[in-house]
């Protein structure tokens, strides 16, 4: 009989870097936000608007907010205007 | 006896794995984009209509416009090909693969084992499965094996004595004698079409005429040598391969998916310090296809760098984006000794030093605690496309 030497096969899935969390915010009619996980916003310093992917199936359309918190911490949020959410995120 | 298993248009078949309805449909294996336009192998139905294998794209499409092209799948040809393979060695079948859907063992060690030379290619028939319709065709010498074989109606069993080999070769079709098609053609106008009259010709005025190939091919006809068959090395099969969340199109951005894989297979505690021989890079395609090359190294290394250097432009020849990269060891050295370097290179203590570190922090917090980053889109307005994490278990 011929002897195997034994297979050994591993499969890795990469993961995407910066994905973004879910987050809960309160924002003014204006859309501008309030609350970020239950922290008060002290500072909007930025905002921004990402439209992309729009050819495709899963087009992209945020808009985005650079906020000082309460506790001093940056942090940014964005709107996904397409699934009418609010996501914090890291790398933006 | 050297024992030839067949069947014919492997790749359709296995390509056709995934679409079991086309089988009973007028189709066709696709031509390699940047290849030739010429038809793989086709399926009974197209045959039926008048579609033959090595046709050109064009003439087939009119010969039968309903005509559906498949698309090559390498990867799982060669996954279903090497499942076969295994089939016949738990069998007991040395076997040394020629190609993909060809095989060839021989059977003088197991005739006793099943109770005769039919009962042992029964056996590896049964082995292979019917859904593949393979043939066997066993003779005292390789070449008359493969043409048994090809003459072979599926899971049938066609055995040449070398008594009856030159009655036998005579009347087939000089396309059965691997030539160049030059050659063939040049044979064919001065009216030479079956083995039987190539073998018929003085071996002294074939090579005058057709050169050394056309005198391989005289030799050929006349029933080959009686060469032996050996019985590969089993592979190595060491693999290791990376999903990605979507479709990767950037060459920088898979050479470096690619390097991270080729840092991690080295470092498979299976390798056992053997050194890499043949390795094998694959990828399954968007849209369903998929693409593999494989690259046997002249002196078995475990450098980095020049694994890299022997698979890493093959990556420009990708025709499609990936969503999985794999990288498998084929073959493996015997032996494990390495001649020491008299200098450290560059770096090299560093780099132990940095490896050191990661196998401690993955001890303490577990598998998948360790990733490297991967640029992906570094220009791309959406911050998660930007860079992927590849999971280092290494």
Sequence with gaps: MVAHSGSARVVRAAGRLNAPRAAVVEARVDGTPVRVNRLAVEVVREEWRVVDRWWTEEPVSRRYFEVVLQSGENAVVFRDEEKACWFTQRGA | ???CLLIPGFELRAAL???PGLALRPAALSPVAGTEPVLGPVTAEAERLGVRPGMRLGEGLATCPELV???QDPAAAEQAWEEILRALEDTGFAVDPAAVGCVYFETRGVERLYGGLEPALRRALTAVGTAWDPRAGAAQRRFAALAAANVARPGQILVVSDERLRDFLAPLPLEL???????????????????GQLAGLPGSAVAERLGPDGRRAWGLARGGKAARVRGRRPPAEIVEALQFPEAIANELTLRRAFGALVETLLARPERKGRFVRKLALSARLVGGGSWRRSATLRDPTTELDRIKAALGPKLAELPAPVLELRLELVELTEHDGQQLELLPTAGGELNVRLREGLRQVRASTGSGSVNQVVEVAPWSRIPEARALFVPRDD
């Design chain 2, 177 to 195: 004698v691997p030539m160049e098609p030059r050659r063939r053609a040049e044979l064919h106008e001065l009216g030479v079409k079956r083995v």
């Design chain 2, 17 to 19: 794995r995934k679409q």
């Design chain 2, 1 to 3: 006896m050297i024992a």
């Design chain 2, 69 to 71: 092209l498949v698309e």
